[in-house]
DNA sequence: GAGTGGTAGTATCCATTAGATACTGGAAAA
DNA sequence: TTTTCCAGTATCTAATGGATACTACCACTC
């Protein structure tokens, strides 16, 4: 290793990762298939109002980086089923508490988001001086 | 509680929520501030290729959200600091496990991609039948 | 036997968003 | 005196996301 991985170096590889994991429809793949192998339409109904064309290309994406499989079965019409690889669900164990997170505080997320749009201060009427 | 968090439905807030979380430069920010405060020019150098617009978008959606804090001192040019809440606290311990799964795996992933981009199968020549 | 719906996508176009650039205004450094 | 720094905002353009239509084939309904 020429030098230590920094995600804050545009060009450091582990910043491309991040950005990977950082998209909103990779991190919900992600998610659906941690428990449970799904076809394309299958995980399309689930995520709503994702685009198919989005659909098509995280997928794709995910595939390239290795963290899911997509197999095709030449039924009629053709069966394509998309899982995790062994990598994809170590990661999907690190999203998930993304999601867990999420479910968790959203209550007070949104208490702060209302708090803010009333216009004023967050917390306290802290303007410090130096 | 009307109903129990869905982030695959559109409308839930948890979705909002994942969908701020799963943005990349909001991921670099908590990870940043997850150890120290620092100002608006310290975060636009430490984080490269962001743009000032980003920035300042990203940091006013993390206030919002009740993640970060914003201070400004009425010092000679203006000083603002940004730093994490308890809530913020909470949600980089998470996120950066994600920088560290990042350059952890960095290279599995680069060999998934130039595997995948050598333009055939990801692991096996597996195309089963049904 | 015509129409509808399902399979897994691709192609195209347009709206939204991200990014590049220039600007603010006052003070300090070169 | 020109440059630099502070923390942004304003504006314009390039890239991206999303809506829609289409493929080709088959099952099912009417």
Redesign the interface.
């Known amino acids: 290793m020429l030098q230590r991985?920094d995600?804050?170096?545009?060009?450091c590889?582990?910043r491309r990762?991040?950005?990977r994991?950082?998209?909103?429809w990779?991190?919900?793949i992600l998610?659906?298939l941690e428990h449970e192998t799904l076809r394309f339409n299958e995980l399309r109904r689930?995520?709503?109002?994702i685009s198919q064309k989005m659909l098509s290309q995280t997928l794709k994406s995910l595939?390239?980086?290795?963290?899911i499989?997509r197999?095709?079965?030449?039924?009629v019409p053709v069966?394509v089923e998309y899982s995790l690889?062994e990598?994809g669900r170590?990661?999907a164990v690190?999203?998930d508490?993304?999601?867990i997170?999420?479910?968790t505080?959203?209550g007070?997320?949104?208490?702060?988001?209302r708090?803010?749009?009333r216009g004023a201060e967050?917390?306290l009427a802290?303007?410090?001086?130096?």
Chains 1, 2 share one sequence.
């Open positions: 991985p995600p804050f170096n545009a060009q590889p582990t990762v991040l950005d994991i950082g998209d909103k990779a991190v919900l998610i659906l689930r995520i709503q109002a595939e390239r980086d290795g963290l499989r197999e095709a079965f030449p039924t069966t690889t990598l170590t990661l690190t999203v508490s993304l999601r997170w999420a479910e505080h959203i007070t997320v949104e208490a702060a988001q708090r803010y749009d967050p917390d802290e303007t410090a001086s130096r």
